[in-house]
């Protein structure tokens, strides 16, 4: 089923969904069952499972010599979907990127997904690789995550890549996108990021998914701005507790975002890890509670793989 069409199905109840990354290359499925085991009790309509771009690393010749090679760490976001969808009886959501894809290999990851029944993507640009400075598109492939989206919406029109069939199948993906209440780092200002964002919902994308925020405001003010610059589809809140005293640096480092003072006070004036823990924990029970009033459709989780800090929200949210 189509996200928006469980969100128009939920009637204004608010939804709880979550996230989590494939497992790393070599270890079994099992981890992501663990993952999902313990929230499967609040009926998540749908999961998302994110995409690692491949990196390169480096790997030592027996005679000293350092060969560079391509590597993908978490390779297998269809097939993680694909057994979400076979034991649980959910909808998966893989996000697909643009980078480390040519436009052929995207179009073929397409059709499978439409061959296993799933019926929403994410559709990003995808970071960039840990050893290049800025995202370097990969030759032939998509450079902004509004070509990408382009791409599908064509799917969805029955027009393939290089398509001299007539009649050829329609796909039918919901298409969600990323948004940022606190800007795309890369942009110059966030005017400039409501363009590209209207742009996306222009050519079609029919939800949103934000960046993790710690202040309820800047939702609120992306949804107005959202709502003037026309932009009329779901925005669906992505969360995330904080943890460990750790990330009051590495969230902003990493996901270009600002942590309210009163938040980064109380968690540097606890004095032992547990009590980081029950301060992030707190916090995002108020969040959300704040979110439903103001009609977030979906509470949408970045598990990172440990369940257990989603779980007390959601007990203590609904
Ligand atoms: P875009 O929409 O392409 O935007 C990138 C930048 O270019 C922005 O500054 C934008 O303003 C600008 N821009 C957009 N379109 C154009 C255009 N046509 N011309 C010129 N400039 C343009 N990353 C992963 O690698 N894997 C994941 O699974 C993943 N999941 C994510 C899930 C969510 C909900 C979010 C919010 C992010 C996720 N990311 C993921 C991170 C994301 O890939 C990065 O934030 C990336 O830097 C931008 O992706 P985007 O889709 O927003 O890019």
């Known amino acids: 089923m189509k996200i928006t069409e469980h969100i128009a199905s939920a009637k204004g109840k608010p939804l709880f969904s979550f996230e989590l990354l494939p497992p790393i290359k070599g270890q079994s499925i099992q981890g992501i069952f663990n993952t999902i085991d313990p929230l499967m009790e609040f009926n998540p309509p749908f999961i998302d499972v994110t995409y690692l771009r491949e990196d390169y690393i480096y790997k030592q010749h027996p005679s000293g010599l350092l060969e560079k090679v391509a590597y993908r760490k978490r390779p297998s976001t269809v097939a993680t979907c694909a057994a979400i969808m076979n034991r649980y009886k959910v909808d998966a959501v893989p996000h697909l990127i643009c980078g480390g894809f040519t436009k052929e290999e995207t179009e073929n990851a397409l059709i499978d997904l439409q061959f296993l029944g799933i019926d929403n993507v994410l559709v990003l640009r995808g970071d960039a690789r840990k050893s290049d400075s800025t995202f370097i598109p990969t030759p032939g492939g998509h450079a902004y995550a509004t070509e990408l989206l382009e791409h599908v919406v064509n799917m969805n029109n029955g027009v393939y890549l290089h398509d001299m069939m007539e009649g050829s199948e329609k796909t039918d993906f919901c298409i969600g996108v990323a948004g940022y209440p606190e800007k795309h780092f890369e942009s110059p200002n966030l005017e400039t990021d409501f363009k590209y964002l209207k742009r996306k919902v222009e050519l079609g994308a029919n939800f949103i998914v934000t960046q993790m925020f710690f202040d309820n405001n800047k939702y609120r003010i992306f949804v107005e ?14 969360l995330k507790p904080i ?24 968690i540097e004036a606890c004095k032992n890890p547990k009590d980081v823990k029950e301060v992030g924990i707190e916090w995002m029970i108020h969040q959300c509670k704040e979110l439903i009033k103001l009609g977030a459709p979906v509470l949408h989780f970045y598990t990172m793989g440990n369940p257990e800090p989603t779980k007390r929200i959601i007990q203590g949210v609904f």
């Open 225 to 238: 701005k959202c709502k003037k610059h026309g932009i009329n589809v779901p925005i669906i809140p992505g």
């Open 243 to 266: 943890t460990t005293r750790k990330q009051l640096v590495s969230l902003p480092k990493v996901f270009h975002l600002d942590i309210p003072l009163e938040l980064s006070e109380a």
